[in-house]
């Protein structure tokens, strides 16, 4: 049966997640296969609630125009 894992590390801002298979053979050895390493850096907190807000002020701007 395979067994499917992921490693995950965090350098420098930088979030990589290393996907990988192992099992076992009918020899009794363990058959590891790695998968392709994925980088990424992850937004800023302030990222989501910046452009919540921009959208409300932008908004509340037009319905002001049009009033």
């Given at each position: 049966s395979d067994?499917?894992?992921i490693?995950?590390?965090?350098?420098d801002n930088?979030?990589?997640t290393?996907?990988?298979v192992y099992y076992f053979t009918?020899?009794?050895?363990?058959l590891l296969r790695i998968g392709p390493k994925?980088?990424?850096t992850p937004l800023p907190?302030?990222?989501?609630?910046?452009?919540?807000?921009?959208?409300?002020?932008?908004?509340?701007l037009i319905m002001l125009f049009i009033w």
């Open positions: 067994h499917y894992c490693v995950r590390t965090i350098r930088v979030v990589c290393i996907p990988y009918e020899a009794n050895t363990v994925d980088c990424r907190a302030a990222f989501v609630p910046s452009i919540i807000i921009a959208l409300i002020v932008g908004l509340g």
